[in-house]
């Protein structure tokens, strides 16, 4: 078995979002060009984001000041879809994982959008529905899945493409990974050890990781 990812099911549970709106792309000139520096914390509400370049990540915080990721967001994607539709207090924030160039569009601007571009306001509903998919799955794998697993399940979905031996890209620090499968990260370092011991993964090389026994890892990922 030598799959190059894994793209159904609870699976989705930890996938990053990317290039789901790309077709928004034709109407950047309705809305207003930002570029935020690595860190900003975004403003919600007001405005809805398309992002052009870069990445985000959305944050839950608790009243005690206890953050846990959901997810990150690619370029090609709009964000801060619920803050604007439904403008009750936010628990969760944006803030650029990376040097982001973004496109705020107001009230109005999105009136116009839904009233002459049907299709783009039907594409931001199917994004919106995959959002709450990936939601939903990770709630349920938080709740059902072992470390083991939700590790796999993160994995698969950055498996370099064409790599050989299997190699996942983490693109995040194991901190962030361990805050996004929701445990601590001393957890999270004990299974990846216990695992390169085991001989499921070769040793972590930075942000990289091989895969030796591909056949076991979508096994779990897949479960």
């Not at 619920?82 to 994982?97: G, I, L, Q």
């Not at 695992?195 to 895969?211: N, R």
């Not at 026994?213 to 897949?222: I, T």
Request: glycine share 8%.
């Amino acid at each position: 078995m030598d799959k190059r990812g894994v793209c159904c099911g609870r699976s989705l549970a930890f996938k990053e979002m990317r290039e789901m709106n790309s077709s928004w792309r034709s109407v950047l000139h309705l809305g207003r060009r930002i570029v935020w520096p690595k860190g900003h914390r975004v403003p919600f509400g007001r405005e809805l984001f398309f992002l052009d370049r870069g990445r985000v990540r959305l944050t839950n915080q608790n009243m005690e000041g206890v953050e846990k990721i959901l997810w990150y967001i690619h370029e090609g994607c709009v964000f801060g879809e619920t803050p604007f539709f439904d403008p009750m207090p936010a628990e969760s924030y944006f803030s650029c994982a990376t040097n982001c160039v973004c496109y705020a569009f107001s009230a109005e601007g999105v009136e116009e959008i839904c009233k002459n571009y049907p299709h783009l306001l039907i594409n931001l509903l199917c994004s919106m529905s995959r959002k709450l998919r990936v939601l939903s799955n990770q709630a349920s794998s938080l709740y059902l899945d072992n470390v083991l697993v939700r590790t796999c399940k993160f994995l698969a979905q950055h498996i370099i493409p064409g790599s050989d031996p299997l190699t996942a890209d983490m693109g995040v620090s194991k901190q962030e990974m361990a805050s996004l499968l929701g445990v601590h990260r001393i957890s999270l370092y004990k299974i990846l050890r216990q695992q390169e011991e085991s001989g499921l993964f070769g040793p972590f090389s930075g942000k990289t990781v091989t895969i030796l026994r591909p056949e076991e890892f979508f096994h779990l990922a897949e479960s």
